[in-house]
């Protein structure tokens, strides 16, 4: 596997994870802001180079004990093995909790869901074929995603 070790303290503070080469990609979409109050309100889209458009997509949500880690690092690799597949893959990072408290990781991930429905068709992704995985914290926002809670605080709008 492609990766290097992730030297960002502030993401990586105990020194254990590596982030993914991502120069065999060709169609990709790094870095794309969903929101902008914070440098971690970020995704990553990779796309198949086979298939046909609109593709599903598998979304990915990092864990690290809402402490620690990025879109970059974890499950990313397995994530991509679906391009293979024919699936859109995606990569959300949020608000790490000494940055922002809870519920800023909920709002984030659900802020992240929605720009990707809004700018589907720019991406070539099937909006109504998205599905979201995540590794502990990750699995949390995952799980409180799918409950979509008629709750105010959980609820935060991308701006227009």
Not at 69 to 85: F, N, P, Q, W
Not at 141 to 152: G, I, K, R, T, Y
């Amino acid at each position: 596997m492609d990766e290097k070790s992730i030297t960002d303290s502030y993401h990586n503070p105990r020194g254990t994870f590596t982030r993914l080469d991502t120069s065999r990609f060709r169609y990709k979409y790094l870095d794309l802001p969903y929101h902008t109050e914070s440098e971690d309100q970020k995704m990553d889209i990779y796309l198949p180079e086979q298939g046909g458009k609109p593709y599903p997509a598998v979304v990915y949500i990092h864990g690290g004990g809402f402490e620690m880690g990025d879109r970059k690092y974890g499950h990313i690799a397995k994530l991509t093995e679906g391009l293979e597949k024919g699936y859109a893959c995606v990569s959300i990072s949020y608000r790490l909790s000494m940055e922002k408290v809870f519920p800023a990781a909920v709002q984030d991930v659900r802020n992240g869901i929605r720009y990707l429905r809004k700018q589907a068709e720019e991406y070539g992704i099937d909006p109504e074929r998205i599905g979201v995985f995540g590794e502990s914290a990750g699995g949390n926002l995952v799980s409180l995603l799918a409950m979509n809670p008629e709750e105010e605080v959980f609820d935060a709008n991308v701006p227009e």
